[in-house]
């Protein structure tokens, strides 16, 4: 069982920045994938990015590559999502999400989610 939580969301404007948490329990966080997704009002979940287990793999959704960057500290059973450059259609809601499989990274079958985090930018 691994449960996380998202935390460092809020209020920026547009063109700033801001950095997530994401903090997992469970000794096994090295053998998750991570992933990071957002659900802005009235739409879907959407793929925002992932990281592979070692932290060596990365993969970003086209509409945040180049802004966004996501890293971890499996020491600290701990992900970083980094957000650069941040625009209005960025507000939603972010979720961390953990999974075994990285071929399913960009789907919404993991494992195990965050409750999320809100994060809204003014235009």
């Known amino acids: 069982q691994v449960q996380l939580a998202e935390s460092g969301g809020g209020l920026v404007q547009a063109g700033g920045s801001l950095r997530l948490s994401c903090a997992a329990s469970?000794?096994?966080?090295?053998?998750?994938?991570m992933g990071w997704f957002r659900q802005a009002p009235g739409k879907g979940r959407e793929f925002v990015a992932a990281?592979?287990?070692?932290?060596?793999?990365?993969l970003y959704a086209d509409s945040v590559k180049g802004r966004f960057t996501i890293s971890r500290d499996n020491a600290k059973n701990t992900m970083y999502p980094q957000m650069n450059s941040l625009k209005f259609e960025d507000t939603a809601v972010y979720y961390c999400a953990a999974t075994r499989a990285w071929v399913l990274v960009r789907g919404l079958t993991y494992d195990y989610w965050g409750q999320g985090t809100q994060v809204t930018v003014s235009s």
């Open positions: 469970g000794r096994t966080f090295s053998a998750y994938v």
């Open positions: 990281i592979s287990g070692s932290g060596g793999t990365t």
